[in-house]
């Protein structure tokens, strides 16, 4: 990323939302500034069904089955952000958003939920006191025709649908937040609110 950009990456995703204070440690060595990992939702329990289903017979479920223990542990993972303090350092954590009922909210579920649905929820949120930022996956605007071994996706929702339509969704969801009166803002700078 710093090759690319110029700049040393601030904030940190980790990938299925694995998180540990072992690995915030390792961001405050590394200089991070924020974490978003955390997804404090009982919709992690689902979602981990699904990485399982999705991995039959991959490599990968191996990764995916020594998370099993972790899944307790986000359901119930404070929703709300705050600031990881260890002999480390300091961290910014930033859980991904949530709405009523403890419903993670994040792009790539309205491709399983239905897009209706999806800017339902999406304007819930907005209404809401909770923090929020509307996180998407790289996988959320990606055409099929990039799939070039569809093994691995063949379960994913978002896997088959035209960039047109991903295009559409996305841009209805700008102006949902335009609506809204949202400002469109960087993570750090968000992260700097905490």
């Not at 991903?166 to 469109?184: A, C, P, S, T």
């Amino acid at each position: 990323i710093q090759d690319v950009t110029g700049k040393p990456p601030q904030g940190f995703a980790a990938p299925g939302w694995a998180w540990s204070e072992k690995l915030w440690d390792v961001l405050i060595s590394k200089q991070y500034r924020y974490d978003t990992s955390v997804f404090p939702s009982w919709l992690m329990i689902p979602q981990y069904g699904f990485w399982i289903m999705n991995y039959l017979g991959n490599s990968k479920i191996t990764r995916f089955l020594r998370r099993g223990r972790d899944v307790g542990r986000s359901v119930v993972a404070n929703k709300y952000p705050f600031i990881y303090e260890s002999d480390k350092g300091r961290l910014k954590v930033l859980p991904l958003p949530v709405a009523s009922f403890r419903i993670a909210f994040w792009h790539s579920l309205g491709f399983v939920i239905g897009w209706d649905n999806h800017f339902r929820m999406l304007k819930s949120c907005l209404a809401s006191n909770m923090p929020f930022y509307y996180l998407m996956h790289a996988g959320d605007l990606i055409s099929p025709l990039d799939l070039k071994d569809n093994s691995y996706t063949r379960r994913m929702p978002r896997s088959g649908v035209s960039i047109e339509k991903k295009m559409e969704m996305f841009e209805r969801v700008l102006d949902i937040l335009e609506e809204n009166g949202r400002q469109i803002t960087t993570m750090k700078a968000l992260s700097d609110q905490v």
